[in-house]
């Protein structure tokens, strides 16, 4: 490296001893485009001499070759690692750097400052315990330094840095620095930002970074790096009620139970009762395990292995907690939510929520509203876009253990998967438990699924026909129905345009309401099955997620899928009501197969092509496959 402490050469012991025991501060850069993010950086990592001579001399080549300095040492080049942005001189992912000083570690996230890559700039954030906003005081308060202020806000981000940057070439004005500070302050204080720290700097030239400038002989603050070492982080979070989410179960042999995870809150000893939530069960802390031998305390930050007195139930995605102040359970939410993905997000539509290393299915009901984050208007809202921010409800297939965000960042935090990508679409944070989670309780009932199968002798299931219109589904779902009811079976025929004169009336043929649509229909042939029947569905349920999400409401063997597989060139010849020509002339909008997608199941039960068999012939082949005790896994017409 560039240089080396003095202590490594007298006493290596010490050295060692003193870097182990440094506290770590994780903390963002953010802010417009421009504004010197990646150089405020490259410049902490150059004064703090934690660049090798290799990668000085690399800088140095980088620098004249796509530099912006002129020849210059470019600092941004040390953290701007993908080439797109090296060419366009911007950074698009999160880059994370590790430094150190005599005093402290870091690891600094350098987020994005386009608002396109403001998702990315919400994932650096999450584990952050400080924020340095940016401002180029040539231009003062953005719309993009407001966005990123308010996501510090809404993250939760107690320690707030206001960098005023470039100020060597607005002539280290105070009456700049102090109208651009005196803006940003009338913002904070309306989304709830108590306190900050305001800087003037030159990133690029290294005034106040490391010490302090000449040039602004009005400014008696400390500089950057004093802030940074001195922000007093994480101590707060032992003095809590204790959390550690479980994240694994360990069992290395038979004598050896215990329980793994990173203490979210608190403070544990041997001894301590503890409640596991979310099922109740209390037992006492037996020992506090790590590699280093067992603990006689562990606090919030460790990660340790607890075994417990008592052999009870624990899961990975369980909380232990303190037994006299454990963390709330439900299933249903207030949460604020932060949309990642190109596509939006659709009330109705199920998901996968990970809250720690819980994993549920979750539902979001139609944004409360969403949140104008230049102005903080509150907006009404059907769907949330890709970088916007929304209050929804959240509803959940299962209970589980939380604190409000505001309280734990670690239990009240969540990410929301979808179900068919794995890809990560949001990312929210709890408000509250709904009350309704607390006070609607499942009934008891004498008579169950069961017996009302066995009653019309029969198995309950779901016939769940899929297609574009004009493929014939409702054709051979009625004469799938007419020959179980010849029979002697008892059935229920759900078809499209019926349910939409009823349940569904309310319903148009947005992607919204379209999920919607099939949500109810799913939930009521749960219900159908549940009374023993077997229930043919004729929809054309065009998103693989929501017959995904009517399969996983059944048990498994219940939910029978039938692609009816007729090309959109067919279906069109067969447009008996005329929907495809209205299609066609741009009169019917959202219409599937022309201006709304269709996404044929990926592995159905059965497959019918209506271009090599009649109508009777798929009904004839799908009753007969019903007829069957045991089902194929697999059986393809």
Same mark, same amino acid.
Request: glycine share 6%; aromatic share 6%; charged share 25%.
């Given at each position: 490296m560039a240089h080396q402490s003095d202590l490594i050469? #007298?006493?290596?012991?010490?050295?060692?001893?003193?870097?182990?025991? %440094?506290?770590?501060?994780?903390?963002? #850069?953010?802010g417009s485009v421009d504004d010197g993010k990646s150089t405020l950086i490259g410049r902490l990592l150059y004064d703090s001499k934690m660049i090798f001579e290799d990668q000085m001399a690399a800088l140095e080549a980088d620098s004249r070759r796509v530099g912006t300095q002129g020849g210059d040492i470019d600092f941004a080049l040390l953290v701007d690692g993908l080439a797109a942005e090296r060419e366009q001189g911007i950074t698009i992912d999160v880059a994370y750097r590790f430094f150190s000083t005599d005093r402290r570690k870091f690891i600094v996230a350098d987020t994005p400052g386009h608002e396109q890559y403001t998702r990315n700039m919400v994932t650096g954030a999450s584990t952050a315990d400080a924020a340095v906003i940016l401002i180029d005081a040539r231009r003062g308060v953005l719309t993009q330094t407001r966005r990123h202020a308010y996501l510090v806000s809404l993250l939760g981000i107690r320690h707030v840095i206001l960098a005023v940057n470039k100020m060597d070439l607005m002539g280290w004005s105070q009456a700049v620095f102090d109208e651009i500070v005196a803006d940003f302050s009338a913002f904070a204080e309306r989304i709830g930002v108590e306190a900050f720290h305001a800087v003037p700097m030159s990133a690029l030239r290294g005034d106040n970074i490391t010490e302090a400038s000449g040039r602004s002989p009005w400014y008696a603050g400390p500089p950057l790096m004093a802030l940074l070492e001195t922000l007093e982080v994480g101590d707060d979070l032992a003095a809590e009620p204790f959390r550690m989410p479980v994240q694994w179960v360990n069992r290395p042999n038979l004598d050896f139970r215990g329980f793994s995870g990173l203490i979210a809150a608190g403070t544990v000893r041997p001894g301590d009762r503890v409640r596991v939530a979310p099922s109740g069960k209390t037992s006492t802390v037996r020992r506090i395990v790590t590699a280093d031998g067992d603990l006689d305390r562990a606090v919030a930050g460790q990660s340790v292995t607890l075994t417990l007195a008592d052999e009870i139930d624990v899961s990975r995605g369980d909380v232990l907690a303190g037994a006299d102040r454990p963390p709330e359970a439900a299933d249903q939410f207030e949460a604020t939510l932060v949309w990642m993905d190109e596509e939006a997000m659709l009330p109705g539509r199920p998901y996968l929520l990970k809250i720690g290393a819980k994993l549920v299915g979750a539902t979001i009901t139609e944004p409360k509203h969403k949140v104008d984050v230049n102005t903080l208007d509150q907006r009404p809202? %059907?769907?949330?876009?890709?970088?916007?921010?929304?209050?929804?409800?959240?509803? @959940?297939?299962? /209970? $589980?253990?939380?604190?409000?965000?505001?309280?734990?960042?670690?239990?009240?935090?969540?990410?929301?998967?979808?179900?068919?990508?794995?890809? #990560?679409? &949001? /990312?929210?944070?709890?408000?509250?438990?709904?009350?309704?989670?607390?006070?609607?309780?499942?009934?008891?009932l004498s008579v169950d699924k069961a017996a009302r199968a066995a009653i019309k002798n029969q198995r309950g299931r779901v016939v769940w026909l899929t297609g574009l219109s004009g493929a014939g589904k409702? #054709?051979?779902?009625?004469? !799938? =129905?007419? *020959?179980?009811?010849?029979?002697? *079976?008892?059935?229920? @025929?759900?078809? &499209?345009?019926?349910?939409?004169?009823? @349940?569904?009336?309310?319903l148009g043929f947005t992607e919204e309401d379209r999920v919607e649509n099939i949500r109810r229909v799913a939930e009521v042939s749960k219900l159908m099955v549940d009374a023993g029947l077997i229930v043919l569905v004729s929809f054309i349920s065009p998103f693989? /997620?929501?017959? *995904?999400? /009517?399969?996983?409401?059944?048990?498994?063997?219940?939910? !029978? =899928?039938?692609? $009816?597989?007729t090309p959109l060139a067919v279906a069109e010849t067969r447009d008996v009501k005329g929907l495809y020509k209205k299609a066609r002339a741009g009169e019917l909008k959202n219409f599937t197969g022309i201006d709304s997608p269709y996404e044929a199941p990926e592995a159905p039960e059965i497959v019918v092509d209506t271009t090599t068999m009649t109508a009777e012939q798929a009904a004839e082949r799908i009753a007969a496959w019903l007829d069957q005790a045991e089902p194929p896994t697999d059986f393809s017409i």
């Open positions: 050469a #007298t006493d290596i012991a010490a050295y060692l001893d003193a870097h182990q025991n %440094k506290s770590l501060l994780r903390f963002i #850069t953010c809202a %059907k769907r949330l876009e890709l970088n916007e921010i929304g209050v929804c409800n959240l509803s @959940l297939d299962a /209970a $589980v253990a939380f604190d409000p965000y505001a309280a734990n960042r670690d239990l009240g935090g969540f990410i929301l998967i979808d179900r068919i990508s794995n890809r #990560t679409v &949001g /990312a929210g944070m709890l408000h509250f438990a709904l009350r309704r989670a607390h006070n609607i309780h499942w009934q008891d409702s #054709t051979i779902a009625n004469l !799938v =129905e007419r *020959r179980l009811h010849a029979d002697g *079976r008892h059935t229920y @025929l759900l078809d &499209g345009d019926n349910v939409r004169h009823g @349940l569904n009336r309310d693989r /997620a929501e017959r *995904r999400m /009517a399969r996983d409401l059944m048990a498994p063997g219940e939910f !029978v =899928e039938v692609h $009816v597989d």
